[in-house]
């Protein structure tokens, strides 16, 4: 969520003439806005703040820059066409179960999105393929979490936000022991991160993930690593080796191409921050307006 101006700009011109949807949700004003440019795509809109962007014609096509970076290490994390336990940490659209769902069939997966109204308007508007083993609870992100059985998850994947912020209680170490618990011995953490100048919150979040696994790569704009805008940032985090040549390769030659750092290089960035706890954990950053402009 929190795209912004962090969007694939190599989409193919078509005639969508679909009309804008809205709603109440808890979130705010819901507004699933037809894309102009991929017919059968959509984009959703909570207050006015991009959260996730769906191709209901092909799922496994993703707009947003974060989502292409997620979908890479939803690729990666195992051989193609492996079916997966995923546990989807915020929901939005539901895009990345879609993704997943099509490319890794038989995969099962569970949503958890606090916004049960949020829930109700996508199911209504973009409905879950029936044949899809997807199931959404609406419950708080670390209750749902608490709920998953030990070494369940191959892929936990966090991309929640209130608002435009992402909760301080989903920040800290003792959410990850949570998410560590959840996770097979060979599963991934991965995370949307949201920050900007001077990127404190990104730098404490990339300490904390290194307190609790043992290997870690970020991938982000060459604007946002340089502090000069705020932006997206997805984090993957695990106690194995992780394919990070390839990441780099997939990440780089994306239409919106990005930069990945893992080791020391990553180390030297964090400067020294301090892992965050349950009792100083603070929210993400608000975004400043023009980031959705």
Known sequence: MVAGKDRNKGRQRGRGTAEAVTGQ??????????????????TLLIDGAPQSHVALDDPTYLDFAYQRRIGHLIDLVAPARQPLNVVHLGGGAFTLARYTAVSRPRSTQQI????AALVAFVR???????QARVRVRAVDARAGLAKVPDGWADLVIADVFSGARTPAHLTSTE???????ALAPTGWYVANLADGPPLTHLRSQIATAASRFTELALAADPVVWRGKRFGNAVLVAADRELPVAEF??????????????HGRALADFAGGAAPVADASAVASPQPPPSVFR
Do not use: N
Not at 112 to 115: K, Q
């Open 25 to 42: 949700v808890d979130g705010g004003r819901a507004e699933l806005e037809p894309d102009r440019e991929r017919a059968g795509a959509w």
């Open 112 to 115: 958890v999105e606090i916004d």
């Open 124 to 130: 209504e508007h973009l409905p879950l393929d029936p």
């Open 175 to 181: 959410f990850l022991d949570d998410v560590r618990r």
């Open 248 to 261: 780099t390769r997939r990440v780089a030659s994306d239409p919106h191409p990005g930069r990945v750092e």
